[in-house]
């Protein structure tokens, strides 16, 4: 093994939402993660219309980070990180998202927990939306539907942006935005784009209006960033999934290339500044009315990102045809693929698609990428010895990293770093749930919110811990 660039920016990922908890502490609004609930064995999370009294909401104690921080990050900085990715909670800066002034209590939060990062020579690594839009301005403006939306994300990044240009060098704007594109599932369009489906409405044609909206925010916050402090390096966030074809029959191939252009049409606006033609093509053929001027055209243009940041868990299989056992829905029929091994939550463990998508997207963008979040949730157990033997974790990352190396050195792919989803145990997206659990650092919280927070070192800690001292040569 060659080994990593001397600079690689190794650390750990989380959002506000999932850990920070102080939910309304301070003068902070609701979020859009603060009226999910939990999501119980298999059962969607489910969106309340505002909170609800009584309620025991997983994200708003979370695992209490608003008051740990300093605790936390001293475990990060044991274990040597170079990064530390987070959001800023947008309803902590603008509690409502159209308030005339920021919420000072807000900004000093981030300052201190900024400031806490650089005593350890931690880079950020600052996501601005990470499905934590102000609950309000989907109740007043529906969203990034409307948009006003695009007026009210630039204003909040400006604030923070400025306040932060001399602590915070790396910023991405949306999280995942590419994951409102399977508008069967309802979770996402809200957490991404503040939207609440209505009644006989066309799903998939609100989906790109808000998108749009949303990527031309994304581009005016590019541009405005580089004139704050030219220094700064701004990114795109990507979910990204590979979909192999299912066999070597020409429409299968096709299939595969369609439908992982339906997902990553947004990082090819976000990083060449232009509606791709296929996919105006698609609103063509559709009939969708979607509104869009010269001069958001030009803003796109003007607004390409400097680095393509994403998340990879998993890959997928994709058949034109309908088959035993396939799956249809946001793609056509989706297969499990034999070759490889899958999570209890059903996600395709797949190291050498880490590798593939490495390639791809470079090849695609010729832009430096940055992997912001890759893990294994896991019911991890503690011990009798109250140790927890998380070697199933320490084998999933081991494998995803030789892959990289490989990128690097084989391929010549530009990697700026690696900050594994969940290097703390947080509250899961997908579940609302504890038990899911990704860190390199156990949490005393179960699914009921029971526990004492306390924070225990796992196996994979030590094991982490060295792969950051010897640069990655040691796994
Ligand atoms: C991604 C989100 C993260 C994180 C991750 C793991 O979609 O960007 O917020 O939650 O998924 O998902 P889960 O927590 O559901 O296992």
Redesign the pocket.
């Known amino acids: 093994m060659v080994g990593f660039p001397k600079d690689f920016l190794w650390g750990g990922a989380v959002?506000a939402h999932?850990l920070e908890g102080g939910w309304n502490k301070d003068g902070k609004g609701a979020s859009i993660a603060d009226v999910m609930t939990a999501g119980r064995h298999g059962v969607p999370r489910q969106i309340t219309d505002g909170v609800v009294e009584g309620y025991n909401y997983p994200n708003h104690e979370a695992i209490d980070f608003y008051s740990r921080y300093k605790e936390d990050i001293k475990l990060f900085a044991e274990m040597g990180f170079k990064s530390f990715r987070t959001s800023i909670a947008w309803s902590r800066i603008f509690p409502n998202g159209d308030d005339d002034q920021p919420n000072e209590a807000g900004l000093q939060f981030y300052d201190d927990l900024f400031d806490e990062l650089l005593k350890y020579d931690i880079e950020p690594v600052i996501t601005l939306s990470?499905?934590e839009m102000p609950y309000h301005l989907v109740k007043k403006y529906g969203g990034f539907r409307n948009r006003k939306l695009i007026d009210f994300f630039v204003t909040y990044a400006e604030t923070v942006m400025k306040r932060y240009k001399h602590k915070v060098k790396y910023w991405m704007t949306f999280?995942?935005i590419n994951?409102q594109s399977d508008t069967t599932h309802d979770l996402h369009i809200f957490t991404n784009s503040g939207i609440l489906f209505q009644e006989g409405e066309n799903r998939e044609e609100t989906m790109y209006q808000a998108a749009l909206y949303e990527l031309i925010a994304s581009a005016k916050v590019v541009k405005l960033g580089h004139e704050i402090n030219p220094d700064f390096q701004i990114g795109c966030m990507m979910?990204y999934v590979p979909i192999y074809p299912y066999s070597c029959h020409p429409e299968d191939m096709m299939e595969s290339v369609i439908a992982m252009r339906n997902r990553w049409f947004f990082s090819d606006i976000h990083a060449r500044g232009e509606i791709p033609s296929y996919i105006k093509k698609y609103w063509e053929r559709n009939g969708y009315d979607i509104e869009y001027t010269e001069a958001d055209e030009a803003a796109l243009k003007e607004g390409t990102v400097d680095y393509i940041g994403f998340?990879y868990y998993m890959s997928g299989v994709v058949s034109s045809r309908k088959i035993e056992g396939s799956r249809s829905g946001e793609f056509k029929h989706l297969v499990r693929n034999p070759h490889v091994q899958a999570s209890e939550w059903g996600w395709q463990i797949d190291p050498v698609g880490l590798r593939y998508t490495l390639s791809v997207v470079y090849e695609r963008y010729q832009k430096p990428l940055f992997i912001v979040?890759n893990g294994f949730?896991a019911r991890d157990v503690i011990e009798a010895d109250g140790s927890i033997q998380d070697d199933y974790r320490i084998q999933y990352l081991k494998q995803h990293i030789v892959e990289m190396e490989k990128a690097i050195n084989i391929d010549g792919v530009e990697l700026l770093g690696y900050t594994p989803?969940g290097c703390i145990d947080i509250v899961?997206?997908?579940?609302g749930e504890m038990e899911?659990r990704y860190g390199f650092i156990y949490v005393d919280k179960d699914n009921n919110g029971h526990g004492s927070l306390e924070r225990k070192r796992k196996k994979s800690f030590e094991w982490y811990k060295q792969v950051i001292a010897t640069n990655g040569k040691e796994l």
Do not use: V
């Open positions: 959002a999932q990470h499905f999280n995942e994951n979910a998340s979040e949730g989803w899961s997206f997908g579940t899911k």
